[in-house]
């Protein structure tokens, strides 16, 4: 019975998965998991699955071809003068369409938006590894606390204890261990290397950028995060919001936060700068910033300022510096142009997307994702 219910289990997860892969699109454009998340897990809204099956009515009911009637007449018993008439009669008592929402392990998710995508592996930049220290019981002691007791050696020492001293009879097979026939498990601790990362995202708060533009940026990290935690050990998640000034803030207020000033997008540059000088040394951590605006800023010269960041300071330190111009009928869209004239396309380290809509999105993750930086 067990296996059959694994059984059924295991098919139950496969038709899902195969489901959410046809969807997948429709999930990352419209954002219907966010909001519905735990550590390591998500829910998804999928349309209910039943079993195909027989089903049979009851023996003294009529169906098709039994009871009254004749040859001709339609199904259902109508007036065939009456013809069709739609949205007549009482309200209904059946059923609609039913979603079944499903948990779904954010590990799973991430497969499949590789493979949606076709991403490739991230392989660390250089050594950049926390090591941390992991117990492991690879031996026995003689000596050791009682919750660390293996019975299974320690009655094993006395069998051999009592067989050897002429105690044990096979008539009367009782094994009492004494003092120097107890075994423990004892253990060793080894160094681990675990690859971490930290993704540092920056958005344009300023009067120009709305809900819409907001919620496209909330959808997009959510998938960024997934993916980056598939291939990371670690990951941390900071959070600075800007418009003539920048400021670090926490998850919710990054999303919720609506200025009316102007823009100067240095000021989250260097506030980037200053959060991975004093919390995240390069040789130890993998580096990504993210940053999203309608593209505007306050005037040239602080774009140059910002160039001059990256180019001579940000570029040194990260894995990849992503740009997503998220489009808004008030931007004028001319940081874009700036950062493209200046590294181009097909930098090493600097990728850039413009993301017109949510249709936008999934185009946008593989410019980010799809270099495997």
Known sequence: MSHQIRRDHSRFR??????????????ITHGEMIGRKGKDLVTIPVPQIEIPRFRYGDKEQGGVGQGEGDAGDPVGGGDPQDGDQPGQGEAGNQGGEHELEVEVNLEELAELLGEELQLPKIEPRGHKTLKSKVDKYTSIASQGPNS?????????????????????????????????????RSWKSEVKNENSAVIIYMMDVSGSMGDEQKEIVRTESFWINTWLRSQYQGL????????????????????????????????AYKLCEEIIANDYPPSDWNIYPFHF???????????????????????KKVNAFCYGQVESRYGSGQFYKDLNETFGKEHEQVFLSRIENKEGILQSIKDFLGKGK
């Open 293 to 315: 605006s309608d593209g505007d800023n306050w005037s040239g010269e602080d774009t140059k300022i910002c160039l001059d960041l990256l180019e001579n300071s940000l570029l």
């Open 236 to 267: 941390e998640t900071r959070y600075i919001i800007h418009d003539a000034t920048a400021r670090e803030v926490d998850e919710d207020t990054f999303y919720r936060t609506r200025e009316s000033g102007g823009t100067l997008i240095s000021s």
């Open 148 to 184: 660390l007791r293996h019975f299974k050696r320690t009655f094993k020492e006395t069998l051999k204890r009592q067989i050897a001293t002429g105690l044990y009879d096979p008539n009367k097979p009782i094994l009492v261990p004494i003092k120097k026939d107890f075994r423990y």
């Open 14 to 27: 496969n038709i899902v998965k195969g489901m959410i892969k046809q969807n997948l699109k429709k999930y």
